[in-house]
């Protein structure tokens, strides 16, 4: 049974001014560093975190929680299979109850020069309270 639905849409160029004004810092609050090294070896990484944004937000939408209740930006992290498939792999308390609730996330993305989006369906074999 679904979960959950969210989807997020994300302006390419204020990912990019949040980076050259806040730099490493708001990369490192927001961002794993294994998607820090996945966006820096494209030629345009702003539009790849874009998406990463776009998907963590969309995941917590899906959730039903926002990023609150202990929830981080960094316990969400996209990944790729060799096919070039997005997949979510997750940390700390949002790791425990994607678990507890037996979640199963689908994601997809895509970005352009101006816009970036992120959905993400979560499958649960239990009901929601």
């Given at each position: 049974m679904i979960y959950g639905l969210g989807?997020?849409?994300?302006?390419?160029?204020?990912?990019?001014c949040m980076i050259e004004r806040l730099g490493e810092r708001f990369l490192e609050r927001v961002f794993t560093e294994n998607e820090i090294a996945y966006c820096r070896?494209?030629?345009?990484?702003?539009?790849?975190f874009a998406a990463r944004w776009a998907v963590k937000e969309a995941f917590f939408k899906a959730l039903g929680t926002g990023v609150a209740n202990g929830y981080r930006l960094l316990d969400v992290e996209l990944?790729?299979?060799?096919?070039?498939?997005?997949?979510?792999?997750?940390?700390?308390?949002?790791r425990e109850d994607c678990a507890r609730f037996r979640l199963q996330p689908y994601v997809s993305l895509s970005h352009?020069?101006?816009?970036?989006?992120g959905q993400v369906i979560l499958i649960s074999s239990q009901t929601r309270n």
């Open positions: 989807v997020d849409i994300q302006g390419v160029t204020q990912i990019s070896k494209h030629l345009k990484a702003a539009q790849h990944e790729h299979l060799p096919s070039g498939q997005p997949y979510l792999v997750f940390y700390g308390k949002v352009s020069e101006d816009y970036a989006v």
